[in-house]
Every structure is written in structure tokens, then in C-alpha cells.
């Protein structure tokens, strides 16, 4: 895990090196600036060592080829057997990359497995691409006859003449033959097929879901697990106590006496966790927020409401250990959220959605968590997204994911239960009562939005709460004073309401 920056015909290398020191938060292990010798460029790199933590230094460097990597190649150990162990200098993940390119294969980068982004030059031309979803950011810019590329957009921030563009999720980019989109979503599944065995398919989410588990929890650094004690939060947490070779950590923070800090301990005592929490008051939220923001890269308000307690959660895990894993990606992909329950008998229209929301989630969702976990240099992994899990879950149909009440499970009738499937899946793995609970959002269930009320009212001196207009003024005005040019960041900035259709 960590940040990057690359010069590709720019040749300034100090302007690699403040580009690099305005994200040095996202790799605070090491920071390396290397020019090439036989071709047109500089990379940068901010490392947060998770896999190779001895020998894993980047930019790797190897035959004129340069490469930076931010993310976790979960398959590297499968790439090396298959590229040769004899090739590999280093004990790193990133480095299957460069070897998987020089292979040959018109496809080769949808042989990772993973989260990731990079960038890879050669003598004659540079590639960019990122994973699947867009789970790890990057960006390019157009700077003279140059290109610039980065971690995040703060980078770029007073650089003059630049026109900045994401490089989406499941795309790569190359100086040569342009972008060209490697992964593409599998559309969902709105009606059983017929003879549909739902127990079995039910057993066959929880063995891809288990695996998907084992997979992200791959490195040679203790991995601990955020514990809303939620349902999504709490399943990764339960299955990772299991699989772990330590005691699992896990990390949950609310206002005094929530309901996330409550649940979160019932969770935490069931699987046996090493458990630690933290409360926040309003106070805490007010002197937090100008961080969060600047960090955020958004004023968006249901973004930096969500962002709050994930910072807090940040804060407290980084004490602890190096990464995290989260359960981002299960509202999206079974039908979590209450907006959802307006679709329950249009199956077809529900299975769209969810491809919908997957397809957004990276600058919304997994903006938020990406930034604010390495706003504390930690790394956030999500289960729930793994490539194979998605695949799974694409296949399943939506009527098993949003449907009307099983009364054997919930013994009442007429009501609609969102992640239908994936509750039967766990159902064994925590108290019925938590596997059935309704859902509550992160900032609803830890008090994040009553303390950011009242922290509102006391940054501004006014004596009611604020409406939504004016909180999405004040968060827009904290993040203009911290930026030297505010418009690219907030050209940029995604919103929860983007491409929602429209249910009323």
C-alpha cells in the first residue's frame, strides 16, 4: 500500500518531489525518487510496507522498465510459480506486475487479482491501469506535451495549465494505443433460473465468501477488522477470527452509549476478539472535520458524514495494526440499502441497479475509505469486493437478495429483508438476532450525526441545527481554504445521488 507520483516527458524531478510530499501520509515507511536512464521519466513512491516489508522498496527497477504499485496483488504467490521464481529479485507482490507484462499476453493485466493501481514505463512508451472497481485511486494529468500521474488529486493541487482525468476502474492506459477497458461488471441476475437449489446456492456464498476472506487477508503484517457490529462489519470479522493465525484485533468507535459500540462488543465477545473502541463527542468532530475533508477530497454531504466516524476508526486501528479489512461492497452487492426497498417487485430493475452502484462505487464508497484510511497511513481491504465474490454474487438473482420476509427466519410477515441471501449464508456464524437486524448506516448507528449536528452549530454560533444546504456550503468552504485551486478538486468529487434512479 502506498502513493505515487510519475513524470512521463516532464523532466523535473522537484516537482516529483513535492507532487510525492503532499501524499507522503499514504507511506510513511519509506519515500524513493528514481529517474530512468534510458527513458522519459521520474516516478515517486510513499510506501506502506504490508508484503515484502524487507526487500518490497519501490520503484522497482529492473532492465529499463519502471514501476510504481498501490495495492495488494492477492495471487502473486499463483504468478510466480506460473512466471518463474528465478525471475523475481524481490519478495514483493508488486513485483508480479512488471514479469506478468513482459510475458506477452494481450491480456495480461486481467490476470491480477486484486486491488491495485500502477503505472509501468519502458523505454518507448508508459502504462497505466487500475483494478476491477477502482478500489485503489489514480489519476492523470496533461501537463505541456507530458503526462503526470498520482494517488490523489491533492498531487496535482496549484499546478497551472493541467487538465485532470481519473483513469476509471477496470481500465488501462496506454501511450501507445490509448485506453481500453479490460474489466467490465457482470450484469445481475433478476430472476431464479429454474430448479434453483437456494440452500445450496446460500452454502456456495459462504465457501466464495470464505475465500475471499482468506485471500485479502494475505500479508506478512497483522490484519485486524473494523466492527461496526453491523451485519457486513461482523461477518468479515467472524470468518477472519477464524482464519487468522493471531487473536484478531477489531475496532469500533461511536458516541457514548451508541448502538454500533453496543453491538460491536456483543460481536466482538462472540467471536473472541481482541477488542478496542473509542467515543468521540461533538467537540472531537469539530476539531476533526477540516482533517477529514482535506483528506476526503469531497464536500459531498453524505460522503463526509460517513467519513467522520471512519476516521475516528482510522485513528484507532493505526495504533494497532497496518491494515484493515472492511465490509464496503455488501450493501452494493445484496441489495443493502433502504432506497433498495422501493425495488422488491421490479427484480429486473433491482438486479440493473446493483450493476449500477458497483460500477460508482469508486468515487463515492471507496473514495471515502481509501482517503481517510491513509490519511492515517493504513490500509483498508474489502472482502466483499473480491473479483470472485462479485462474479458470485452477479449470478445470484436479485429476488434472493431483496425479498419479503422469510417467517422461519424472522417469524413476521409482510416485511422486506434486504441481503436476503447473505443473512442465510452467515446464519450460523453470529446471534440470529444481529444476523436478522435491520440495518442502520455507519454515521445513524455510531452518533456521528448527532455530534456533527451539534459541532455544526458550534463552528457556525447558530442555535438550531443546520439544513442540508447550508452544511454542504460550510463543508465546501472548509475545503476551499485548504486547497491553492478547490475547482479541480471538487470538478472531481463524486455524490451518493449520482445515476439513482428515481423510484418516486
Not at 49 to 67: C, H, K, M, R, V
Not at 69 to 93: K, M, P, Q
Not at 174 to 201: C, I, K, M
Not at 459 to 464: D, F, M, N, P, V
Request: glycine share 6%.
Amino acid at each position: 500500500m502506498c502513493g505515487f507520483v510519475c513524470l512521463w516527458n516532464i523532466d523535473d524531478e522537484g516537482l516529483a518531489q513535492r507532487m510525492i510530499a503532499r501524499i507522503a501520509h499514504r507511506g510513511p515507511d519509506a519515500t524513493e525518487v528514481v529517474r530512468g536512464r534510458n527513458a522519459p521519466v521520474i516516478m515517486a513512491h510513499a510506501r506502506l510496507s504490508i508484503i515484502g516489508p524487507e526487500d518490497g522498496a519501490q520503484p522497482i527497477y529492473q532492465n529499463d522498465d519502471l514501476l510504481v504499485v498501490n495495492g495488494e496483488i492477492y495471487n502473486h504467490a499463483d504468478l510466480r510459480a506460473i512466471l518463474g521464481e528465478s525471475a523475481f529479485e524481490t519478495a514483493s507482490d508488486s513485483e508480479a506486475i512488471l514479469h506478468l507484462f513482459r510475458a506477452g499476453e494481450l491480456r495480461w493485466v486481467a490476470r491480477l487479482d486484486g486491488m491495485f493501481a500502477f503505472v509501468l514505463a519502458t523505454r518507448e512508451r508508459i502504462i497505466a491501469a487500475r483494478d476491477p472497481l477502482g478500489i485503489k485511486p489514480l489519476y492523470m494529468a496533461r501537463l505541456n506535451e507530458g503526462l503526470a500521474f498520482a494517488s490523489e488529486l491533492k498531487a496535482f493541487d496549484g499546478l497551472p495549465g493541467i487538465a485532470i482525468e481519473a483513469i476509471p476502474p477496470g481500465t488501462l492506459f496506454d501511450s501507445r494505443d490509448g485506453f481500453r477497458q479490460w474489466y467490465r461488471t457482470p450484469h445481475g441476475a433478476a430472476e431464479p433460473e429454474p430448479g434453483l437449489n437456494v440452500g445450496a446456492a446460500a452454502s456456495e456464498l459462504r465457501l466464495v465468501l470464505e475465500e475471499a476472506v482468506a485471500k485479502w487477508m494475505v500479508a506478512d503484517v497483522e490484519v485486524g477488522s473494523f466492527l461496526s457490529g453491523g451485519l457486513d462489519s461482523s461477518i468479515i470479522a467472524a470468518l477472519a477470527t477464524r482464519l487468522a493465525p493471531y487473536r484478531l484485533k477489531t475496532f469500533a468507535v461511536g458516541a457514548e452509549g451508541s448502538p454500533d459500540l453496543i453491538a460491536a462488543r456483543r460481536v466482538a465477545e462472540h467471536i473472541g476478539a481482541e477488542h478496542f473502541e473509542a467515543v468521540f463527542t461533538a467537540r472531537d468532530v469539530a476539531d476533526v472535520l477540516p482533517h477529514v475533508i482535506y483528506h476526503l477530497e469531497s464536500a459531498d454531504v453524505d460522503l463526509v458524514r460517513s467519513a467522520v466516524p471512519t476516521h475516528f476508526a482510522a485513528r484507532l486501528a493505526r495504533a494497532h495494526v497496518k491494515a484493515v479489512l472492511t465490509g464496503e461492497g455488501a450493501d452494493e452487492l445484496f441489495a443493502g440499502y433502504s432506497y433498495h426497498h422501493a425495488y422488491v417487485d421490479r427484480p429486473r430493475e433491482l438486479a440493473d441497479e446493483i450493476t449500477r452502484s458497483l460500477n460508482a462505487m469508486h468515487n463515492i464508497n471507496l473514495q471515502r475509505v481509501d482517503r481517510i484510511t491513509m490519511g492515517q497511513s493504513l490500509e483498508a481491504r474489502t472482502p466483499f469486493l473480491d473479483r470472485d465474490l462479485i462474479d458470485f454474487a452477479q449470478s445470484l438473482p436479485a429476488t434472493l437478495k431483496l425479498c419479503r420476509t422469510d417467517p422461519q427466519a424472522l417469524e413476521s410477515t409482510g416485511e422486506t429483508t434486504e441481503k436476503w441471501i447473505l443473512r442465510k449464508a452467515v446464519a450460523d456464524l453470529l446471534p440470529a438476532d444481529l444476523v436478522w437486524r435491520k440495518k442502520a448506516q455507519f454515521d445513524e448507528g455510531s452518533g456521528t450525526l448527532e455530534a456533527l449536528s451539534s459541532a455544526l452549530m458550534n463552528l457556525t454560533g447558530r442555535s438550531a441545527p443546520l439544513n442540508r444546504a447550508d452544511e454542504a456550503r460550510l463543508y465546501e468552504d472548509i475545503l476551499r481554504a485548504q486547497y491553492q485551486d478547490p475547482e479541480m478538486i471538487l470538478k472531481q468529487a463524486g455524490s451518493w445521488t449520482e445515476g439513482r434512479v428515481n423510484m418516486a
